[in-house]
């Protein structure tokens, strides 16, 4: 498996025609132009060239990567080459008794001269079992961390998807905790004018406060999820959006393909980064028992070398040189005891990143098995929570009915607007629940890429954005018709 590509085929920005303007024209027109939202597909396009995490992983890579041509080079000629640059003093007093005897002075004497010497050395490797164990766990290694990278890219496309439609499920929950809190404070107006003319009781009053003030408590957490979602997003790609395209309602929510819980589990096994990784660094431990075993073995190798010098001694003209050529062999007999726990200690590595291996692989499994059944629930639980919306809908209706022929109080039409908005809020949940699970679903089982995205991305909605600046209250919104409670019934009536 290969990393993914930080860069998509048609992905760029969208392109737009601007006539040429004058400076001070083309400056108005563009602050007067509302900024586009950006899409998803735009938004995981940044995080894949500025996330620090993948960054980072890419950086790794090359560092393995590079570590294998280190290794590489211990299998290739080696030739070194020295020379020496000296000044040579030298002193000498000889003197015998015989000298002595015969009443002649000791010699003295002493010279100064300069020398230099070259040596060139070459050797290469004819036989060497721990080098070739050492490339080999290299190249196992740079196969580990390619499932590594393609695995923390998977991992950057499901952060940001997750990122993207948190902040679409938590502006759409706050759309209806700011239309609850609308319509629960119109609820207390009305009630506070009844008691003012006698026709309830102050608990009606205080029932319509509490629910006021849980509403707008309500609002307030929602406000600060948005907020909390949009700085999330920011953190994953290291820029800020003003807004981002809204999901289309039209997105159909489906169970997964195929819907066999066995087929998603064995595509996870044949394509699960994580799982591949570990199956890598089984290879890799295996390489350093080889390493350890190769020490024992001997070394074989070729050298050659040449040695000149010269100096300018008194009295010596020319110069000295020599060469070698042969084949070296090198065998270790004892160590003290440090190849056999170099074994020891490679084969319980080994041993470990088996289990590893084997923990990972169950992991895997199930977290696949959980995400396919979460998923298949989600869908049902979507269409169960559309419904609730409907039949919570249809109660508030029936209790405003009461609540005119005077049937019904005011807490009633306070609890079934609570149990309307909660449905709805309940059903945004619901809804992008599904979406983030069924791509982590595509991630655990290694399939998550580009072309997911893409498809998401064309059930985004250009024409609607969602903005991290709260929206004034506007008339005429998805949820106006369901603030009126009807009016209340008339004493004497």
């Known amino acids: 498996m290969m990393p993914f590509r930080s860069v998509f085929p048609g992905s760029g920005p969208r392109p737009a025609a601007r ?48 570590g294998r041509d280190v290794e590489r080079g211990d299998l290739l000629p080696q030739v070194n ?47 060497d079992a721990r080098n070739g164990a050492e490339v080999e766990q290299a190249d ?86 948005l907020q909390v979602s949009f700085e999330a997003l920011e953190r994953l790609t290291g820029k800020r959006y003003d807004s981002i395209e809204s999901l289309k309602e039209a997105m159909p929510v489906t169970p997964p393909e195929p819907r066999r819980r066995d087929a998603w589990v064995e595509k996870a096994l044949d394509n699960n980064p994580l799982v591949l990784a570990s199956q890598a660094g089984v290879e890799v431990s295996r390489s350093g028992v080889d390493i350890a075993q190769a020490q024992r073995l001997p070394v074989v190798e070729a050298f050659a070398n ?29 160590t003290g005891g440090r190849t056999t726990a170099s074994i020891r200690q490679s084969t319980y590595a080994l041993e470990a990143s088996q289990y590893d291996f084997e923990s990972q692989r169950r992991d895997t499994v199930q977290q ?55 449905a709805v809020a309940d059903h945004a949940d619901a809804r992008f629940s599904y979406v983030t699970n069924l791509l982590t679903l595509r991630q655990q089982s290694g399939t998550l890429n580009v072309e997911a995205i893409e498809a998401l991305n064309a059930w985004l909605d250009e024409e609607q954005g969602v903005s991290f600046t709260l929206p004034e209250e506007a008339e005429g919104d998805r949820y106006e018709a369901a603030l009126e409670i009807g009016e209340p019934p008339r004493r004497g009536e």
């Open 368 to 422: 696949v098995r959980s995400l396919f059944t979460q998923v298949s629930n989600d869908v049902t639980t979507v269409e169960a929570r559309a419904q609730a919306i409907v039949s919570n809908q249809s109660a508030l209706d029936a209790t405003r009915a009461g609540y005119e022929v005077g049937t019904r109080n005011i807490v009633d039409v306070l609890n079934a607007e609570q149990n309307l908005y909660d």
């Open 306 to 334: 040449y040695n000149y010098g010269d100096d300018d001694r008194d009295s010596v003209e020319g110069y000295n040189s020599a060469s070698q050529v042969g084949v070296g062999v090198s065998l270790p007999l004892y």
């Open 81 to 127: 080459a020295s020379g020496q640059l000296a000044h040579n003093r030298e002193y000498q007093s000889q003197t015998s008794p015989l000298l002595s005897q015969l009443g002649i002075d000791s010699e003295t004497g002493g010279d100064n001269y300069n020398s230099g010497t070259l040596t060139l050395e070459a050797t290469q490797a004819l036989f």
């Open 140 to 225: 196992r290694q740079v196969n580990q961390q390619t499932y590594q990278l393609a695995a923390t890219e998977q991992q950057v496309l499901i952060d940001v998807a997750s990122a993207y439609f948190d902040i679409l499920r938590a502006h759409e929950i706050l759309e209806a905790r700011r239309a609850q809190e609308r319509a629960i404070g119109r609820q207390l107006e009305q009630a506070r004018e009844q008691f003012d003319v006698g026709l309830i009781a102050i608990t009606e009053v205080e029932e319509a406060q509490a629910s006021f003030d849980q509403s707008r408590a309500e609002r307030i957490a929602a406000e600060s999820d």
């Open 19 to 66: 006539a040429l303007l004058p400076l001070p024209l083309l400056v108005a027109s563009l602050m007067a132009a509302p900024v586009q939202a950006a899409d998803l597909l735009t938004i995981t396009r940044d995080a894949l060239d500025n996330n620090a995490e993948l960054a980072s992983a890419r950086a790794q890579y090359g560092s393995v990567e590079a």
